[in-house]
T-cell receptor
Framework: EAGVAQSPRYKIIEKRQSVAFWCNPISGHATLYWYQQILGQGPKLLIQFQNNGVVDDSQLPKDRFSAERLKGVDSTLKIQPAKLEDSAVYLC??????????????FGSGTQLSVL | GNSVTQMEGPVTLSEEAFLTINCTYTATGYPSLFWYVQYPGEGLQLLLKATKADDKGSNKGFEATYRKETTSFHLEKGSVQVSDSAVYFCALSMRGSTLGRLYFGRGTQLTVWP
């Protein structure tokens, strides 16, 4: 089966600019996650969708980050305006189950963002 | 809160050496435990998991046992190969939660030399 697709693979922007990332999960997967992975740290959850509804965005910096999952399939994550500390790899993951604790997540290759 | 602590890397081994990567956790409830692996240029992949105390997860020669008494889930492999070079992440998810959120350690870089 096709994996989780993310684009772009790399993005370099200047601080205060805007940027958007796109994710296409595995077909039929109801749950979609966005994680932020700062260099030297483990991934940290930003937001979780169940179909097209948000179930957890407690760690999302809502003053600058936004995300949507229209029609319960593809998702976009936006940063506006970007700060230097937003430099990280942004990972998208999906799963077929309804957010159960022992589920398997499938990850995309990520988008590496550098903010200069 | 919920958190995972992994041993500091990087770890460098010769082929066929024994591998241990330590992982301990703190959880407010009764977690499921995971090891994910990230090969160069690829996304994270589930390597193995354990959902209750004393369970042993295993895959591709790797093993980890869920130790509730020591709150640990150490990853082991008896004989590593060059192809095992990757970053390994320990993670937990809370049982009974409907969110499925993973809490990750910071990762351990493993390099295996021929």
């Amino acid at each position: 089966e096709a994996g989780v697709a993310q684009s772009p693979r790399y993005k370099i922007i200047e601080k205060r600019q805007s940027v958007a990332f796109w994710c296409n999960p595995i077909s039929g997967h109801a749950t979609l996650y966005w994680y932020q992975q700062i260099l030297g740290q483990g991934p940290k959850l930003l937001i979780q969708f169940q179909n097209n509804g948000v179930v957890d965005d407690s760690q999302l910096p809502k003053d600058r980050f936004s995300a949507e999952r229209l029609k319960g399939v593809d998702s976009t994550l936006k940063i506006q305006p970007a700060k230097l500390e937003d430099s990280a790899v942004y990972l998208c993951a999906s799963s077929s189950s309804w957010g159960q604790a022992n589920e398997k997540l499938f990850f995309g290759s990520g988008t590496q963002l550098s903010v200069l | 809160g919920n958190s995972v602590t992994q041993m500091e890397g990087p770890v460098t081994l010769s082929e066929e050496a024994f591998l241990t990567i330590n992982c301990t956790y703190t959880a407010t409830g009764y977690p499921s435990l995971f090891w994910y692996v990230q090969y160069p240029g690829e996304g994270l992949q589930l390597l193995l998991k354990a959902t209750k105390a004393d369970d042993k997860g295993s895959n591709k020669g790797f093993e980890a046992t869920y130790r509730k008494e020591t709150t640990s889930f150490h990853l082991e492999k008896g004989s590593v190969q060059v192809s095992d070079s990757a970053v390994y992440f320990c993670a937990l998810s809370m049982r009974g939660s409907t969110l499925g959120r993973l809490y990750f350690g910071r990762g351990t870089q493993l390099t295996v030399w021929p």
